[in-house]
């Protein structure tokens, strides 16, 4: 389903349509569902009882991995970055669902998380937790970008760009890999720098394509009350929730750059919403402490 946005107010001389990937699935949306159906199939295929991933305290891809699981009746291990959170991960929205979906959280100090695609520590997985599919972090495999090749589809041929928020860039790279040669993709990071531009090359040759860190606001989960304006206003006027980490920076980026006149003249745009809201809640919980505004859910 893709939505109109009114941007008249910014320029009458594009179109803004909304990808509503966020609408997929009750449960497991957006890229998440995309990523995940595949490895899914696989997992189910092979009669594999156990998946063991990796994410930080609020990543959606653990709490999509956790609710696969049990939709699937398969033991999920989520390997979680924060030792710190051992005694406390309930006061975490993201991390007690994951729990209460019957994912065993297991929590590493960050320095040990550095290490975890290191030969080392996938043997100490290997000797501690036994039989198991390993899923890398944000899901970003072969599989995953298979599914992610079918976020675009044939009726989105008559979009110029294709915009969408990235993070490990896998959802980025499935969504170039179904460019067609008058379109243009625009990655935004999540995250300080453009490295997902080594994801997207081993994927496919095609060069459509831009990334941007321009609107990280900087760096990853960092959020300041100019952004979290921006995505309370979103939701009012066009009554769509945007998450705080990737689709209310990838919007708020997209509107930037209509109002700068960046998009050739008479240009349709699809923006593309990856879902996410789940980490909302906890963001909140930060932002309290802060003193920050909250974000309306």
């Known amino acids: 389903m893709n939505q109109k946005i009114d941007v ?22 957006g890229n998440k569902f995309r990523k995940l159906k595949y490895t899914l199939a696989e ?3 092979r009669s594999q009882k156990c998946m063991l ?8 891809h653990i709490a999509a991995v956790a609710a696969a699981g049990k939709l699937h009746k398969i033991h999920t291990i989520g390997i979680i ?7 406390v991960y309930k006061n975490n929205p993201t991390l007690r669902y994951a729990g209460e979906q019957g994912m065993e959280l297991v929590f590493v100090s960050r320095e040990q998380y550095a290490l975890k695609d290191t030969p080392a520590f996938l043997t ?8 198991f599919y ?15 090749t079918e976020i675009l589809t044939p009726e989105d041929a008559q979009y110029d760009y294709i915009c969408v928020c990235t993070g490990t860039g896998g959802t980025l790279a ?5 460019l067609k040669e008058h379109q243009h993709a625009i990655g935004f990071s999540a995250l300080k720098g453009t490295f997902q531009d ?13 990334i941007t860190d321009d609107y990280c606001f900087g760096g990853y989960a960092k959020v300041n009350t100019e952004l979290i304006h921006f995505i309370n206003t979103f939701k009012k006027e066009h009554g769509v929730g945007l998450d705080p980490v990737y689709t209310g920076k990838l919007l708020y980026g997209v509107f930037d750059l209509i109002k700068k006149d960046y998009f050739k003249k008479n240009s349709r745009i699809l923006a593309v919403h990856t879902g996410g809201m789940q980490g909302v809640a906890g963001m909140n919980l930060s932002l309290k402490k802060k003193n920050l505004p909250q974000i309306n859910i």
């Open 8 to 29: 008249s107010f910014l320029s009458g001389d594009v179109v803004l349509d909304l990808k509503r990937e966020d609408l997929l699935h009750p449960i497991i949306s």
């Open 43 to 45: 997992v189910v295929g």
């Open 53 to 60: 991933t990796f994410g930080g305290a609020f990543s959606n």
């Open 81 to 87: 970055r924060g030792e710190e959170l051992t005694h």
């Open 124 to 131: 100490w997985l290997d000797d501690t937790y036994g039989d």
């Open 134 to 148: 390993a899923v890398p972090e944000g899901g970003t495999n072969d599989l995953a970008i298979k599914g992610c």
């Open 174 to 178: 499935g969504i170039v890999c179904s």
């Open 198 to 210: 080594e994801v997207v090359s081993k994927y496919t040759p095609k060069t459509n394509y831009t």
